[in-house]
Nanobody
Framework: QVQLVESGGGLVQPGGSLRLSCAAS????????MGWYRQAPGKQRELVAD???????NYADSVKGRFTISRDNGKRTMYLQMDSLIPEDTAVYFC???????????????WGQGTQVTVSS
């Protein structure tokens, strides 16, 4: 099946930067859109940014101008470059991929395990 693994999270000071990666693995599937979501304690999971297979990106207003989403389809990897980080960015960040298994006519969403990002002085 489709497996997604996030990496790159950690502790950073306000104003700092991090780059998250999401690597997809498995066989017999085709990935369509991908996205980054985040969830802070006591809050709902929210969309941070998503990107189509062709590279068209969409961002939440709270991260526009600070975060950049990208993907390398050959490596089956998605990235989130996070600059000018603020404490409000603290959350667990999850990777999501919409993919279709071979021999079926519909798509499903797959999620990674999440990676912690903490922005604090």
């Amino acid at each position: 099946q489709v497996q997604l693994v996030e990496s790159g999270g950690g502790l950073v000071q306000p104003g700092g930067s991090l780059r998250l990666s999401c690597a997809a693995s498995g066989s017999m599937f085709v990935i369509n859109a991908m996205g980054w979501y985040r969830q802070a304690p006591g809050k709902q999971r929210e969309l941070v940014a998503d990107i189509t297979s062709g590279g068209s990106a969409n961002y939440a207003d709270s991260v526009k101008g600070r975060f950049t989403i990208s993907r390398d389809n050959g490596k089956r990897t998605m990235y989130l470059q996070m600059d000018s980080l603020i404490p409000e960015d603290t959350a667990v960040y999850f990777c999501k991929a919409r993919a279709r298994k071979y021999y079926v006519g519909y798509e499903s969403d797959y999620w990674g395990q999440g990676t912690q990002v903490t922005v604090s002085s």
